[in-house]
């Protein structure tokens, strides 16, 4: 009798023990699947760039790189994807085109990466993001805000742009619709469904964001399929300017029409006329 009893009280351990550790462990496998941080270190920024600590809400400090453009120009955010940091950025280019467009950019490593402390996580990030805007919203008091976000970085200005009013324009470049859907692409539907529902929606914030809106989408890209950025553009509820290219994944932003596109809209936001990008490559 004592043997079952025991027997008893080890399941029922066993059970309360997979209760408390189930919530932390689909956070383990998420964290391993969406959040690869590059192994590269960050050195200091370029001329004319400014290093900052930013104190987003939970107290772990984000690094961020600051450049001052125009004051009649807008302030621009730019959010980075799951593999990138502030020196992959540097190396990819990424800062040269983000300078060409002569606006005050913040570019920031999200928790976990590069030199910002903590672990990353949808809260953390979200987290992050908010305390950029703040910091242009200080560094360039009524100017025109824009988000621009790739992959990941998308998801994280949707819901930025969705929680904010003061979001004058959005970029979502190879953006997906929510992090689920995406999932059942690549991994068992049993996985995404434990390990993903309900993170990182972007269809759901879509609809709160009235703000004009740059699509840009690989036709090619086999990471996230340009259907799942069509599905997001149709759900925003502001003006979307839908730009398809040929590109693919990771070779969008190497794309000289994608920064053209991207140029033309922030002349726009910030009420200028540009002449309209060049037909021919995408």
């Known amino acids: 009798m004592s043997s079952k009893i ?33 192994r590269v270190a960050v050195g200091a920024p370029p001329p004319g760039v400014v290093e900052l600590e930013l104190e987003p809400a939970g107290g772990v400090e984000a690094t961020a790189w600051l450049r001052r453009g125009p004051p009649e120009r807008p302030a621009l955010l730019y959010l980075h994807g799951n593999g990138e940091n502030l020196e992959t950025l540097r190396r990819a280019g990424v800062l040269d085109e983000l300078e060409a467009l002569e606006v005050t950019y913040l570019a920031l490593d999200y928790p976990g990466y590069g030199k910002s402390g903590g672990r990353p996580s949808e809260a953390g990030l979200a987290a992050a993001a908010a305390a950029g805007c703040e910091r242009l919203a200080e560094e360039r008091p009524g100017s025109p805000l824009i988000l621009f976000g790739w992959s990941l970085g998308a998801a994280v200005a949707v819901r930025a742009a969705a929680d904010r009013a003061d979001v ?25 469904r434990w390990a993903a ?12 964001v009235s703000c004009p809106v740059l699509w840009l989408h690989g036709r090619d890209d086999r990471i996230i399929p340009a259907a799942h950025g069509r599905r997001l553009a149709a759900a925003f509820r502001g003006p979307v300017t839908a730009v398809e290219l040929a590109a693919g994944h990771n070779d969008l932003l190497a794309s000289p029409r994608a920064w053209r596109e991207v140029a033309a809209f922030a002349g726009r936001i910030a009420g200028r006329r540009e002449a309209p990008p060049e037909a021919g490559d995408g």
Do not use: N, Q, T
């Open 6 to 38: 025991a027997g008893i009280a080890l399941a029922v351990s066993l059970l309360v023990l997979a209760a408390i550790m189930v919530p932390k462990l689909d956070d383990l496998v998420l964290r391993a699947m969406l959040y690869p941080v590059p």
């Open 168 to 192: 004058a324009g959005l970029v979502v470049a190879s953006p997906w619709d929510s992090l689920s859907s995406l999932g059942e692409v690549h991994f068992p539907a049993w996985l995404v």
């Open 197 to 208: 529902a309900g993170r990182y929606d972007s269809l759901a914030a879509a609809p709160r």
